[in-house]
Structure formats: C-alpha cells, structure tokens
Nanobody, 115 residues
C-alpha cells in the first residue's frame, strides 16, 4: 500500500506562483508515472503533468510553458508560475504503477487564483 502526502497550494493573485509537493510513502516497484491532476467545480478531473519513472514528462497544453514538474524517485514537485484564474482547482497527486495496474491518489490540495 502506498500513501501520498501533498503540501503546498493556497491563494494567490493572477500572475503569481505556487509550488506543490507530493511524497509517496510505502514500497512500490515497476514502471510508473507520478504527477498531478486537477478538478475544478463542475468539471472532470484532468491531467496537469506527470513524470514517468523512465523520465518521460507530459504536460497538459493549458499549462505548458508555465508549470514545471520534477521528480526524485518517490517525490514530485509542481512549480506553477504565471497562474491564471482558470488554474483554480483542487489538485491531486497521483501515482500510477503500470506494472501492477495500481493507482493511488492524494487527498487533494486547493489552489485558488484570484483575478
């Protein structure tokens, strides 16, 4: 069993920056992706950015050039710059272990960007 603990988030004005961090506690093995999803009120959860254990990085088009994801084995950080009101959402850390078809989620951390 893996437990994801998130930190960061909060309230910021448009154009500002925030950093989210996530640490995975527990053992896991095999090819995996670790990253962030977000869900705004009334909308579906969507991918923000992920990093594969092999180093592959994927960003949503809406955050390219503004957000940067990094990873150190069982920790991931999302640096969010030039934030926009439309970035307001509940951000979830995710660990997807492809080898064993396991998917873990953090409890979510709120990011609110005021205009």
């Amino acid at each position: 069993q893996v437990h994801l603990v998130e930190s960061g988030g909060g309230l910021v004005q448009a154009g500002g920056s925030l950093r989210l961090s996530c640490a995975a506690f527990g053992s896991f093995f095999g090819f995996n992706f670790m990253g962030w999803y977000r869900q705004a009120p009334g909308k579906q959860r969507e991918l923000v950015a992920t990093v594969g254990s092999g180093g592959t990085i994927k960003y949503a088009d809406s955050v390219k050039g503004r957000f940067t994801i990094s990873r150190d084995v069982a920790e991931t950080t999302l640096q969010m710059n030039s934030l926009k009101p439309e970035d307001t959402a509940l951000y979830y850390c995710n660990l997807e272990i492809r080898a064993s078809a396991q998917n873990y989620w953090g409890q979510g951390t709120q990011v609110t960007v005021s205009s």
